[in-house]
């Protein structure tokens, strides 16, 4: 089920409940290098969060990394089934082995130490993001379980962003989509929160 503000409790057991129904395939490099990528780009969100937390001491950013964690430990099931290793840098906040999630990660950092309302743009551009990598994902992987994971991972992505929106709003700002395009935000928006889990490789919002 869903905590405040968008925590997901148990979606990494609900996941691996059905990652193991799922069936896999050989794996592409294409397919290895996004998971190595996607877990990274997760554990940037769980990051930046726990970090605005930290300056802010606003709950959603602390029920939001927590999400992005069960996040993290559903891409680690698919990294395991498929014997890949975790980067390096896991277990190290802040800390990441692509360059470009790194420096995106201390660019968003000092962002959102700017000010509420620039932390809370600061995360809406990293769920809105975070779609936008994931469905490239999907459309370059033939493998079910890899892309019914990203669904469910997408489907949290919106949920987040929702939550995030819905703060923007109480504080008088509103957010403009960077990476969706802004048909695709509309239609997020038009529905308050996703609940059940994505079965369907191929579901389009």
Not at 49 to 65: G, L, S
Not at 158 to 170: A, C, M
Request: proline share 3%.
């Amino acid at each position: 089920g869903f905590g405040v503000d968008g925590a997901e409790e148990g979606f990494a057991d609900d996941m691996s409940a059905i990652l193991a129904d799922t069936d896999g395939g050989p794996l592409s490099d294409e397919e290895a290098d996004g998971l190595v990528w996607m877990y990274e780009e997760e554990k940037l969100a769980r990051d930046v969060y726990q970090q605005m937390y930290e300056v802010w001491n606003y709950p959603i950013f602390a029920n939001i990394a927590r999400s992005e964690q069960q996040h993290m430990d559903t891409i680690e099931l698919l990294l395991d089934k498929y014997e890949l290793d975790l980067p390096a840098s896991a277990s190290q906040m802040g800390e990441f082995e692509d360059p470009a999630l790194q420096s995106a990660y201390d660019e968003l950092v000092a962002q959102g130490r700017a000010s509420l309302t620039d932390a809370l743009q600061v995360c809406g551009t990293i769920e809105d993001m975070d779609i936008k990598d994931l469905q490239d994902e999907i459309d370059l992987s033939d493998n079910d379980d890899i892309r019914v994971a990203y669904q469910n991972l997408m489907k949290g992505s919106r949920n987040h962003l929702r939550s995030f929106l819905r703060q923007l709003e109480r504080v008088g700002a509103e957010y403009e989509a960077q990476y969706v395009d802004d048909g695709y935000l509309d239609r997020v928006l038009t529905i308050s929160r996703e609940v059940a889990p994505i079965t369907d490789p191929e579901y389009q919002l």
